[in-house]
Structure formats: structure tokens, C-alpha cells
């Protein structure tokens, strides 16, 4: 009884340890998701391809669709809108919330998916503590998880990006590696559908983004390591491989393999400032974590060569500075081996005092030192209102669609074999707007939305413009002949001015001050004012250069 009574005790405070950084992360990934941070061009993105897997469209958009690169249609992977669909589906996303042109209802609508990367936020926090614990310790995987959990660095993943669904697949399939043994016969048949599994869930972070192939020789040095059974990677790898070969192998089914092959090569070749930028980046959002997990990783590398983080941190920055192509979230997948680096560090540093008190008090007096900066400065942020104006787009041009679809056609003129006025509007504006009247408001697809502008391509008479930053330059990007620039700058200054929206610069105060300042420029610059025209007797015929 009295044994029972320890390993009950034992049980409760090990519950206990691991439910603190369970309970940061709830709060710090969860609490105003709907206003914090603001919403990126990438998250739209991502949420038009769900939607168009959620009305049975299939994981492809073709070249006609509301695409952000009609030329390179084949951007990434298809697991990240395949996931998204079958969870928020579940629910009858989005039509169990009613959704309305009202603001609150907008909100909604992306308050819901952004829930789902909240949760998935907890989740990472609890692998990373099964990890940090099963590879290190107890105290290692406490410091790691609470520094996940609070640290600003970490509010990123709050956004409705490939990397955030991607990261519980790896931590996943990691912690499973660990898991092998090779102790007995008995261990070893059960290492066979672990090992499948790790390989399984791998194979399906791939399948949402390719620069996770880097983790390839990570996941398998542990299962090696533990195994020392090449039979058993041999099994890993297969799922790993064939998994990811999905994608082009989707691309040669539909006869599109060529346009696989130069988005491929597309994707290779956009430039931007790269590693170093990125990184500086992260600095300017956190720079205590940042700084300490460098010098963690380099601790652990040098001094203590821990495998484990060289091989999980090294190929993948590695894979990252051949890429001519990096933002700073494209880091994601690193930032629990940043954290389990410091947490190793803090660990070491302690080790080095003779007195046994220290050693036991310095790593959880250091950890709440660090936690508590973090905590205050992530709940400055995360109390940020940020997302008002896209919400607001978003309500006054839906609120016009519906306006100007019960305005009857009158006196439509235009028609011939080759063209034909139909009911309905054309609208014209960035993909990032209008995905959302599109999929979520327009039940009955009466509408034409149009991100980009080709002289012709309007059959109806009524047109509505949502005129953001640049919006002639960016409509005709892929046609920018004289006839279509000209064709377009015709329309817009022909119609009617409507209303004109603007971001709130306010919401952002201080903005030379840190943690404030660590937003400002952070991704690039998006629209911050947009106007609505409407033209409602749009006559092709005499639209010139027709």
C-alpha cells in the first residue's frame, strides 16, 4: 500500500509538471485569436484552397481560379488544405456558422480555423515535452515546453500557415523514433508499426511542404540509433518516400506534369534576402530566445556534440540557405530544437556549482525569470487588435455583391457567338478579398471573381472593383501589353467611387518601442487602403480596344 501511495504521488506531480506548460500554451496560442496577429496574405491563401476542397473541387486549382501564381499553379503539396477540409468539414465549416457580410460573422469564419492552429500550438507543447523528456529529462523537457509556451517567438505559429499544420506531424513522428528499443524479440515486433507510423506521419509533413525531406536523416539516425536495424529503416522509409510522390504523381493523372515541373522550377528561383534575413527577424521578435537557443545549439554541438539537435538543426538550415527562397516563418519546424538548445544550456550551466541546492534551484530560477518576460511581453502582443481591416474589406465588398446582384440587367447590348452578357457581376480585386465572397457568400456561384485582368475576359455588365495598394499594376502582372493596362485604368476610372477603407495605423502603438516595434515591416507590405467602384451598366461594347 505504501508503494502504491508513492507511485501515486510520483504519478500526480508528474501530471502536475506537465500540465504548467500545457496551460501557458493554452493562453498564449488561444486568447484573442481573432484579433492577434494580424491576418497575412498566405493564411487566405491557404483557407481559398481548403474551400475549394471543401465544395468537392478537388485539391487542385486550375489556371482560371482565384490563384495567387496562375502560371505556376502547382505551389505546394496538397496534405496542409486536405487536413484543414477534413477537420473544419467535420464541424460543416462554414455553413454551420451562418455566415453573414456582417463583421462579427467574418471574424468567426476565421476565428475557427485559426482555433484549430491554437490547439495544435498545445499539442506541439506536449510533444515537445514527451520529446525533450524522453531524450534528456525531466527538467529539460519542463524548461523546453514553457519556453515553447510563452516565448514571442512563438506566436507565430497562431497563423493559418503550412508550417504550424506540418509541425505536429514531425514532432510526431520524432517522439515515435524514440520509442524503439531494441532490447528483446518481444520489443522488436513492436517497433515494426511504430516505426511504420513515424514514417507515416513524416511522409505527411512532406506532403505539406518539401523542406522537411532535410529531417530525413534526423528521424532515421534515432530510429537506427535505437534499433541498430536497417530492416526496420528499410520499413521507415517507404511511407516517407511514397507518401510525398502523391503530389506529381496527381500532376501526371491530370496531364499537367509539365506545369508540376515549372512551378517546381519557379519555386527554386524566387528571390529574396534569405537566411540571414529571416533570422534577423526572429531576433527582432525575440530576442532573448533567439539569442540563447543560438548559443545553446552551438554549446551543444561543440562541446557536448549532441546528435541529436546537430541533426535536427543543421541539414535543415542547411536545405533552407540552398533554397533561393525563405521567409522567416519558413523556421517553424527548428523552433523546439531552439528550445530544447537553451534548455540543455540552462541544464549544463547549473551542473557547474558545487553546491547541490544551486544545481537543483538555478534551472527552475532561470526558467522563471526567462517564462515570465516571455509571458509578459506574448500577452502585450497578443492583446493587439490587428485583423479589423481585412474583416472590414471583406464585409463592405460583400455587402456590395449582394447590393448589386438584386439591381436587375438593364439594357444589356452586348452579344455574339463568341461573347455573351450574363446576370451576374464580375468582381476585380486581389484573391486575398475575394476568396471569401467567392466560397463562403456566393452559395450559388452567380458571380465572376477575377484577380486578374485580361482585356475580354468580362461578360457581364455589372463590375465591382476592390482597389487596393498598386491595383493596376498588380491585375495586369502577367499581361501588361498597352490594350490591357489601358483597357483596365478605362474601367476603373469610368465607375463609380463607392467607399474607401483604411487600416487603422493606431492599433499598432508605439511602434518604435519593442515588443511593438518587432511588427513593424515583419512581412511584406501589404495593402493598407482599399477603395470599392462599382460600374452597373457596364456596356462592353463600348469598352475600348474591344
Known amino acids: 500500500m505504501r508503494l502504491s501511495n508513492e507511485k501515486?504521488?510520483?504519478?500526480?506531480?508528474?501530471?502536475?509538471?506537465?500540465?504548467?506548460?500545457?496551460?501557458?500554451?493554452?493562453?498564449?496560442?488561444?486568447?484573442?485569436?481573432?484579433?492577434?496577429?494580424?491576418?497575412?496574405?498566405?493564411?487566405?491563401?491557404?483557407m481559398r484552397k481548403t474551400m475549394h476542397v471543401l465544395q468537392g473541387l478537388g485539391p487542385q486549382e486550375g489556371p482560371t481560379e482565384l490563384l495567387s501564381y496562375p502560371q505556376t499553379p502547382y505551389t505546394h503539396p496538397y496534405f496542409g488544405q486536405l487536413f484543414l477540409a477534413s477537420v473544419l468539414g467535420v464541424f460543416g465549416y462554414p455553413d454551420s456558422l451562418n455566415p453573414t457580410t456582417d463583421v462579427s460573422s467574418i471574424k468567426q469564419v476565421f476565428l475557427v480555423p485559426r482555433l484549430l492552429m491554437g490547439l495544435l500550438a498545445i499539442f506541439d507543447t506536449f510533444l515537445l515535452f514527451k520529446i525533450a523528456e524522453r531524450r534528456y529529462n525531466g527538467t529539460v523537457a519542463l524548461i523546453a515546453s514553457v519556453l515553447f509556451a510563452v516565448m514571442p517567438l512563438t506566436w507565430i505559429i497562431r497563423r493559418i500557415w503550412l508550417e504550424p499544420i506540418q509541425l505536429p506531424f514531425i514532432l510526431a513522428s520524432i517522439l515515435l523514433a524514440l520509442y524503439i528499443t531494441n532490447s528483446n524479440l518481444m520489443e522488436k515486433r513492436k517497433s515494426i508499426p511504430i516505426a511504420l507510423l513515424s514514417g507515416i506521419l513524416l511522409g505527411l509533413a512532406i506532403f505539406t511542404k518539401i523542406p522537411i525531406i532535410s529531417l530525413i536523416p534526423f528521424v532515421g539516425f534515432i530510429i537506427y540509433s535505437n534499433s541498430k536495424n536497417f530492416k526496420l529503416?528499410?520499413?521507415?522509409?517507404?511511407?516517407?518516400?511514397?507518401?510525398?510522390?502523391?503530389?506529381?504523381?496527381?500532376?501526371?493523372?491530370?496531364?499537367?506534369?509539365?506545369?508540376?515541373?515549372?512551378?517546381?522550377?519557379?519555386?527554386?528561383?524566387?528571390?529574396?534576402?534569405?537566411?540571414?534575413?529571416?533570422?534577423?527577424?526572429?531576433?527582432?521578435?525575440?530576442?532573448?530566445?533567439?539569442?540563447?537557443?543560438?548559443?545553446?545549439?552551438?554549446?551543444?554541438?561543440?562541446?557536448?556534440?549532441?546528435?541529436?539537435?546537430?541533426?535536427?538543426?543543421?541539414?535543415?538550415?542547411?536545405?533552407?540557405?540552398?533554397?533561393?527562397?525563405?521567409?522567416?516563418?519558413?523556421?517553424?519546424?527548428?523552433?523546439?530544437?531552439?528550445?530544447?538548445?537553451?534548455?540543455?544550456?540552462?541544464?549544463?550551466?547549473?551542473?557547474?556549482?558545487?553546491?547541490?541546492?544551486?544545481?537543483?534551484?538555478?534551472?527552475?530560477?532561470?526558467?522563471?525569470?526567462?517564462?515570465?518576460?516571455?509571458?509578459?511581453?506574448?500577452?502585450?502582443?497578443?492583446?493587439?487588435?490587428?485583423?479589423?481591416?481585412?474583416?472590414?474589406?471583406?464585409?463592405?465588398?460583400?455587402?456590395?455583391?449582394?447590393?448589386t446582384n438584386q439591381i436587375k440587367n438593364e439594357g444589356s447590348s452586348y452579344n455574339n457567338k463568341d461573347n455573351k452578357i450574363t446576370d451576374g457581376v464580375t468582381v476585380l480585386g486581389n484573391n486575398y478579398f475575394l476568396w471569401f465572397p467567392k466560397y463562403i457568400l456566393d452559395k450559388n456561384g452567380t458571380n465572376e471573381y477575377k484577380n486578374y485582368y485580361n482585356n475580354g475576359d468580362i461578360k457581364t455588365d455589372k463590375v465591382i472593383i476592390a482597389a487596393g495598394d498598386d491595383f493596376i499594376d498588380e491585375m495586369t502582372r502577367y499581361n501588361k501589353t498597352s490594350r490591357n493596362i489601358d483597357g483596365l485604368t478605362v474601367l476603373v476610372h469610368g465607375s463609380n467611387f463607392t467607399s474607401r477603407l483604411e487600416e487603422n495605423q493606431s492599433a499598432l502603438p508605439h511602434r518604435n518601442t519593442y515588443p511593438f516595434s518587432s511588427l513593424v515591416d515583419l512581412d511584406p507590405i501589404a495593402t493598407t487602403s482599399v477603395e470599392i467602384r462599382t460600374n452597373l451598366a457596364h456596356d462592353v461594347t463600348k469598352h475600348p480596344n474591344r
Open 8 to 46: 501515486f504521488k510520483k504519478l500526480n506531480s508528474k501530471i502536475f509538471i506537465i500540465i504548467i506548460p500545457l496551460i501557458l500554451s493554452a493562453f498564449t496560442h488561444v486568447w484573442n485569436i481573432g484579433g492577434f496577429p494580424s491576418i497575412y496574405r498566405d493564411e487566405d491563401h491557404y
Open 233 to 403: 529503416i528499410g520499413l521507415w522509409i517507404i511511407p516517407v518516400v511514397l507518401i510525398p510522390l502523391l503530389w506529381p504523381m496527381y500532376a501526371v493523372f491530370q496531364g499537367e506534369l509539365d506545369d508540376w515541373i515549372t512551378s517546381m522550377y519557379w519555386q527554386v528561383e524566387r528571390q529574396n534576402t534569405g537566411l540571414y534575413s529571416s533570422i534577423e527577424k526572429l531576433f527582432n521578435i525575440d530576442p532573448i530566445l533567439v539569442g540563447f537557443s543560438f548559443i545553446g545549439i552551438a554549446y551543444a554541438a561543440i562541446r557536448k556534440r549532441d546528435s541529436f539537435l546537430i541533426l535536427w538543426f543543421i541539414p535543415f538550415v542547411i536545405f533552407q540557405l540552398i533554397s533561393s527562397y525563405l521567409q522567416y516563418w519558413h523556421l517553424i519546424p527548428i523552433y523546439p530544437a531552439l528550445c530544447i538548445g537553451v534548455a540543455v544550456l540552462i541544464t549544463d550551466v547549473s551542473k557547474i556549482f558545487r553546491s547541490q541546492r544551486i544545481k537543483k534551484l538555478l534551472p527552475y530560477s532561470l526558467l522563471t525569470i526567462m517564462g515570465m518576460y516571455g509571458l509578459i511581453v506574448t500577452t502585450i502582443l497578443i492583446s493587439l487588435n490587428l485583423t479589423s481591416f481585412h474583416y472590414e474589406v471583406i464585409s463592405v465588398l460583400g455587402n456590395e455583391i449582394q447590393k
